[in-house]
Each structure stands twice: as structure tokens, then as C-alpha cells.
């Protein structure tokens, strides 16, 4: 191992997808890097206003993605939490996209 792979914090998985995870206190070390990630995932996911016929094909796993992160931002858990301190435009992008994709969901219905 080369010198800088062994400083500064041991590198943390995060498992975004696990049950309880909005639950876990935020160390920016560890969380920031991967809450960016799936965030610009989500965010970028669908191209919104170039291709509206693209939008209709939101899938079942995606509105149910987009109803977890609503209600767990709305909900302000730990992580999120500080998360939002450190970005706070991300918390009202991350609404917006919730809210885009469970529209598109009901329209579908």
C-alpha cells in the first residue's frame, strides 16, 4: 500500500438502499462523497425537459425510490440532516426530482 492510501479516514461502504440508513449520524468523511453520488444518480437519471415521452417511463423501482428519499427528506433524519447543512440546494433538487417522478407514477396509474 502506498503511504496515501493509508492516511486520513478508513473508506465506508454505504449502503443507501439498506432499511434504516437515513438513521446513521453524518461524518462528512465518510457519507458526503456517496449521498453525492446517488444523488446526482437520481437527479440525472432522466433527462426531464428534453424528452418528455422518456419520462413516462419511470419504473416501479424509481417511484419507489422517489417516495424513500421524499419521505426521508421531508423527515430530516440524522444523515440527511447534516447532509443539508453542508449542500442545502441539494435538499430542494432532490424534492423537485421526487416530485417529477411520483407525478409521472400517478399519471401512469
Request: charged share 30%; aromatic share 12%.
Amino acid at each position: 500500500m502506498s503511504q496515501s492510501q493509508t492516511e486520513g479516514p478508513t473508506r465506508v461502504d454505504l449502503n443507501i438502499h439498506s432499511e434504516r440508513i437515513f438513521e446513521t449520524p453524518y461524518i462528512r468523511a465518510f457519507h458526503k462523497r456517496t449521498i453525492m453520488f446517488h444523488l446526482r444518480y437520481h437527479v440525472r437519471a432522466h433527462v426531464w425537459d428534453t424528452n418528455k415521452n422518456k419520462s413516462k417511463l419511470v419504473r416501479a423501482f424509481e417511484r419507489k425510490e422517489a417516495a424513500r428519499w421524499r419521505e426521508a427528506i421531508l423527515a430530516t433524519p440524522p444523515l440527511l440532516k447534516g447532509f443539508f447543512t453542508e449542500e442545502p440546494q441539494w435538499r430542494e433538487r432532490m424534492l423537485r426530482w421526487c416530485e417529477r417522478v411520483l407525478a409521472v407514477g400517478s399519471e401512469l396509474r
